[in-house]
């Protein structure tokens, strides 16, 4: 069998068309590299996939023709039996069941044991109970005050809370808050985590910590002035602050006697359950080795119980004890700034950003070897934005390995979002159907597409998202098979409107009346030029300055500036600022309009430009305007009459 044979068997496309509409074959020796860092598929005798049911849907579940009949089957739900039975047909008729999720254990008449994950969802997933509203969005780390060190942290969250309740606003939209590299400055992205089930400390209000000691501020306080005082948030600085501040708190919180706050943690813990035990022993070996885990010494280059609980042994105790500490702080601050939404009368609350991968040597990646493919970096083919295409060195989720783990790490994954948001946002939302895998030493333009088992990972999300009250919206840019948003629709996953996009192919903007209802709209994203840059096209000249392909002319530009204007005016919409734009926006009938802090500041950078590394400073922006003078530096009135009738509130 030749590897384009085998590859097609295991739901590996061997051809790709590009963003300019050609087609790719994959190298063959490339396409024999991604298919060794897949786990196997599974190959069933009785069943061939996952059962995926809705509810209201009472089909028989048909069996395999491999399948030896009579078959006896068995729902369990963990290790409790809810129905059983025997069938001399092939198929298992349907038992009463409510949505969850479940084991179907079978046995066929030759003695062969199977089991696989059952699903039975929602028709759809939670779909808000709001009509047609508007979010405040900011890059976190980019917040200025007069009191944080050097970071946007969780206070200035609440305190951006209620200046954007103040303004109508029903919720704040947020980069991803994933636990990065504490001491890699350069690994800053965070799209780019450790882990997608743990919060950045560097997020974390030190002074509002009750055990920091008195004298740190006074000890640190010309270190956290100059912190405070660059352009740019230097990490480096300010993960050796926290983290001392923290490290501080924490011997102090363990001297102290039996409180109600030691209570408080012990209970956070239970509640974490494993994962924040394992997370924590990896913190401390990652802190002790220094090199990627497939290099440590065994036992630790899988997360053994037995080698953990080893860990937990001694001094290794107090640095787990630690890193779980500062897991506490950080989630009992963030669900601060939720409840404080939702005590201002906010209909969305957070909304928070859930990033495609993961860091191949961090956390996610050592947890779940099965289902996280670290030798395989996600990527996207060559596009009209990104001609070279694009490697985003991240690690993600395998079909295989998460039938196998019966979905637990995507289902992980979303609840430590969903727990305190009103919506997230699935960065790739393309994942679910199908991801671009780039093989290790290989260039974007020779990846190649795995299927992903979507019906059931909708179904996982459809599920997470009605037992969390939590909207899903899905990242539907780039290259998007035909059908494909029409397919999450169905399952109540909302699409992600950006303006800058919504043309045809003469460049004309579309009209109000052509933006999906279910949608989140927006004029930009944090890849893409602010609405100061994009006018005065700064983002091309930027790029060409340093030798990326901007992938759009000055001439084009300027062409779709003239479009801006006629579908403006098309609306009787007389200004060509942002707040004209804005206005434009607010009567699309899509339910959510996320509105950047940066365009309100007229910011012309842009947080992130995709393709640089040294040439621009990625994640590291600050705003130019203090948190406590944002109130000043917006024009409220106007911001009031461009949202029009999506604000719920009065404006200040």
């Not at 799209?191 to 055990?211: C, G, H, K, T």
């Not at 062409?559 to 006629?566: G, K, N, P, R």
Request: glycine share 8%; with cysteine; charged share 20%.
């Amino acid at each position: 069998m030749n590897v384009y044979t085998k590859a097609r068997e295991l739901d590996v496309e061997t051809a790709y068309y590009d963003g300019q509409g050609h087609q790719r074959q994959i190298d063959a020796a490339a396409l024999e590299q991604l298919i060794a860092a897949l786990p196997p598929p599974r190959i069933g005798q009785l069943l061939t996939r996952p059962v995926v049911r809705r509810t209201g849907d009472t089909a028989p579940v048909p069996l395999a023709e491999r399948a030896a009949l009579p078959v006896q089957w068995q729902v369990a739900a963990g290790e409790a039996e809810v129905a059983a039975g025997e069938t001399a047909q092939p198929a298992i008729p349907w038992p009463d069941l409510g949505i969850g999720e479940y084991r179907l254990i079978l046995r066929d008449a030759r003695g062969l044991p199977e089991e696989w994950p059952l699903l039975v969802a929602p028709e759809q997933g939670f779909q808000g109970r709001f009509d047609r509203s508007w979010l405040l969005a900011v890059q976190l780390y980019g917040i200025r005050s007069r009191r944080n060190w050097g970071i946007g942290d969780f206070s200035d969250l609440g305190r951006l809370i209620e200046l954007a309740a103040g303004w109508g606003a029903d919720g704040i939209g947020l980069n991803p808050l994933h636990v990065l590299f504490l001491e890699r400055p350069d690994a800053c992205s965070p799209y780019a985590p450790n882990s997608r089930l743990f919060l950045n400390p560097l997020y974390i209000d030190v002074e509002a910590v009750p055990e920091l000691p008195p004298g740190f501020l006074a000890e640190h306080a010309d270190a956290i002035a100059q912190a405070r005082a660059r352009e740019l948030v230097d990490y480096d600085a300010v993960a050796w602050l926290k983290r001392g501040a923290l490290r501080a708190a924490f011997d102090r919180f363990k001297a102290a006697p039996a409180t109600a706050r030691a209570a408080d943690f012990a209970a956070f813990c239970d509640m974490q359950g494993g994962d924040l035990w394992r997370f924590a022993c990896f913190e401390v070996l990652r802190a002790r080795f220094r090199r990627p885990w497939w290099e440590w010494p065994e036992p630790w280059r899988s997360a053994d119980p037995a080698a953990c609980a080893a860990l937990s042994v001694g001094d290794d105790n107090t640095e787990i004890e630690f890193a779980a500490f500062m897991q506490w702080i950080a989630h009992q601050q963030l669900q601060a700034c939720s409840d404080r939404a939702r005590q201002l009368g906010m209909a969305v609350g957070l909304y928070l950003d859930v990033a495609v991968g993961v860091q191949p040597d961090g956390f996610d990646a050592w947890h779940e070897q099965q289902a996280i493919s670290r030798q395989l970096s996600v990527g996207a083919p060559p596009d009209g934005l990104n001609t070279a295409g694009q490697n985003w060195g991240l690690a993600g989720f395998n079909g295989p390995g998460l039938i196998a783990r019966h979905f637990a790490p995507f289902r992980d994954m979303l609840r430590a979002s969903m727990r305190y948001a009103g919506a997230i946002r699935l960065d790739h939302i393309l994942g679910l159907k199908r991801l671009y895998l780039i093989p290790q030493g290989y260039t974007a333009r020779d990846g190649a597409y795995v299927q992903m088992p979507f019906d059931a990972l909708a179904a996982v999300t459809a599920l997470e998202s009605v037992r969390a009250d939590c909207v899903v919206i899905g990242e539907d840019l780039g290259t998007v098979p035909e059908g494909f948003r029409e397919q999450i629709g169905s399952w109540g996953i909302w699409s992600y409107r950006v303006m800058m996009f919504e043309r045809d192919h003469e460049g004309r903007f579309c009209g109000v009346d052509r933006y999906a209802a279910n949608a989140l709209v927006t004029f930009n994203t944090h890849d893409l030029a602010s609405f100061a840059g994009w006018r005065g096209a700064l983002d091309l000249s930027f790029k060409q300055s340093i030798g990326i392909d901007p992938g759009e002319s000055a001439e084009a530009r300027s062409h779709a500036l003239h479009m801006l204007t006629d579908v403006l005016r098309g609306e009787a919409i007389e200004r060509d600022d942002f707040l004209g734009v804005l206005s434009f926006l607010a009567r699309t009938p899509s339910r959510l309009l996320s509105v950047a802090l940066d365009d309100l500041l007229a910011v012309a950078d842009q947080p992130n430009i995709p393709g640089t590394v040294d040439q621009h400073p990625n994640w590291r922006r600050r705003l130019p305007v203090a948190l406590e003078d944002i109130a000043g530096a917006v024009d409220g009135p106007a911001l009031a009459e461009a949202i029009g009738a999506r604000r719920s509130r009065g404006v200040a």
